[in-house]
């Protein structure tokens, strides 16, 4: 039973392509389409990857095929100061930062700039080092799973709680590392699997074409969503593809603000709005011809319509074989 208001993430990511004003129209962005944070990527590209490592296919398709990712990732890198300012833009603005730190001296730094919020990227849930250095800062941790089958979320949930987080401080992301992922492969069940097998909190990072599967996964339960948001899909970079522009990131958080109120809280019961329809579409006993005094109620005389104002056809039981005390005319409600 879903109560509390999911956490949307406007997953800006390294969509900025490096320049601090892109940064700001994407934090705009966000906070005028009703994000609760936007989340960029801190790292070092030296500490990140190694000189040869190659791209990923969908890297290769929306950037230089020649660059290598080391090359892609040093164009991407925000700096210290880059930091400060975008935490300082968000806060006039009214919309919460965020960042994913890819090792732990960029996490340290995160830190340092005051989050209290912590995200593991999907790629780091099977570093020893990363995780039992998040585990021990003691703070809430979202943990992303793409990639990664349930005995390796399992494990990585084991290292963060033995290093210092309770379970109760962690959500896991169901999460599909294709960009665009294909419908076929987004597997929404799997999120509902995780929260039973592991008894955590979970939610959803999307990387699929349009706002259907997040606007379903808050249906669901999940209790994060996370988007990809770019100022436009043309724009060149990794990931911009794969993102939502500004008008369809606001139709998204419409959407998922409305399911949140259609989920309710699980009883049945009629509302308040549909209340003033009951009698005119539920039905009464009336007389379905004339009927003299004396008679006999049957089901020759007697049947069910409009409006429901008289007696309910459920007590028909209860009348049938009775007596009737007048003369009724074709379509009068039955009376006791």
Known sequence: MKLKSTLVIAEAGVNHNGSIDLAYKLIDAAADAGADLVKFQTFTADRLVTKSASKAEYQNQTTDAEESQYGMLRKLELSRQMHEELIFYCSKRGIGFFSTGFDNESLDMLIELGLELIKIPSGEITNLFFLRHVGS????????????????????????????????????????????????????????????????????????????????????????????????????????????????????????????????????????????????????????????????????????????????????????????????????????
Not at 189 to 195: N, Q, S, V, Y
Not at 221 to 241: C, F, I, M, N, Y
């Open 137 to 336: 800062l003691g703070k809430p941790v979202i943990l992303s799973t793409g990639m990664a089958n349930l005995g390796e979320i399992e494990e990585a949930i084991n290292v963060l709680t033995e290093a210092g987080v309770s379970r109760e401080q962690i959500c896991v992301l169901h999460c599909n590392t294709e960009y665009p992922t294909p419908m076929e492969d987004v597997n929404l069940e799997a999120m509902l699997g995780i929260r039973q097998a592991l008894q955590v909190d979970i939610g959803y990072s999307d990387h699929t074409q349009g706002i259907t599967v997040p606007v379903a996964a808050v249906a669901l339960g999940a209790t994060v969503v996370e988007k990809h948001l770019t100022l436009d899909r043309s724009l060149p970079g990794p990931d911009q593809l794969a993102s939502l522009e500004p008008e369809e990131f606001a139709e998204m958080v419409k959407a998922i603000r409305n399911v949140e109120r259609a989920i309710g809280d699980g009883i049945k019961r009629p509302s308040i709005s549909e209340a003033k329809n009951k009698q005119i579409v539920r039905k009464s006993l009336v007389a379905s011809r004339e009927i003299s005094k004396g008679e006999l109620y049957s089901e020759e005389n007697v049947c069910a319509k409009r409006p429901g104002t008289g007696i309910c056809p459920m007590r028909w039981d209860d009348i049938n074989g009775r007596t009737s005390s007048r003369n009724y005319m074709k379509d009068e409600l039955i009376e006791l």
